[in-house]
């Protein structure tokens, strides 16, 4: 039972990260290709809705395509993590000719390590300090968590919870309870800036 259990973990834990690679892909996609970069505030729910028709497979719901979308924009750093784990794990979709998505987004996704880098230096020396390494990011979190958190506005509290999520293995659901009960608010954290450094680097 407990070789049982371990390999069902494993597998599911491999599927989670290829879930992770691919709707952080699909969000790069509609950042860099569909809105070349640019914020597209104007008519972008028109093109959301324009691209899920193209796809027209289920799980790519315009609701989804603005979370892909959103996973991007906030944790564009899990590229470097994504580009890793689909050249050893997931090398035919750099070859897959299927979609323009596929062929598109994993070519561009060679260079961007050197642009995460350079995203790196431009972050304010304030907030860097609290930032969660990519691997833990990609590694230590499931999907459904790392959508949650994209959703949390304010990058202090989102690293919070990132800590927090991944240092007490939380589900989402128990997460969503946390951030319900404002435990970031309760702990005092967002004014004691200096006691949340100390937690990332405990962490």
Avoid at 78 to 98: H, M, T, W
Avoid at 127 to 155: G, H, K, M, Q, V
Wanted: proline share 3%; glycine share 4%.
């Amino acid at each position: 039972n407990l070789i049982q259990d371990a390999l069902q973990a494993q597998a599911a834990h491999a599927v989670n990260l290829t879930l992770t690679a691919r709707n952080w892909l699909v969000g790069y996609y509609i950042v860099e290709f569909e809105q070349h970069g640019e914020d597209r505030a104007k008519y972008g729910e028109k093109l959301i809705n324009r691209l899920s028709e193209r796809i027209n497979q289920r799980g790519f719901e315009p609701r989804r395509l603005r979370e892909f979308r959103q996973l991007y924009l906030v944790y564009p750093v899990l590229g470097i993590e994504v580009a890793k784990y689909i050249k050893v794990n997931q090398p035919q979709l750099l070859e897959s000719d299927v979609s323009s998505m596929w062929r598109s987004a994993p070519a561009k996704l060679q260079s961007y390590e050197n642009q995460a880098g350079e995203k790196r230096r431009s972050t304010p020396a304030k907030l860097e300090e609290w930032s969660t390494p990519a691997d833990r990011l990609f590694y230590r979190l499931n999907y459904t968590s790392l959508s949650y958190l994209a959703s949390i506005e304010d990058p202090l509290k989102r690293a919070f919870y990132e800590q927090e999520t991944i240092r007490g293995c939380w589900t989402t659901r128990e997460l969503d309870r946390q951030v319900s009960s404002q435990y970031y608010e309760r702990m005092g954290l967002s004014k004691d800036k200096k006691a949340l450094q100390r937690l990332t680097a405990k962490n």
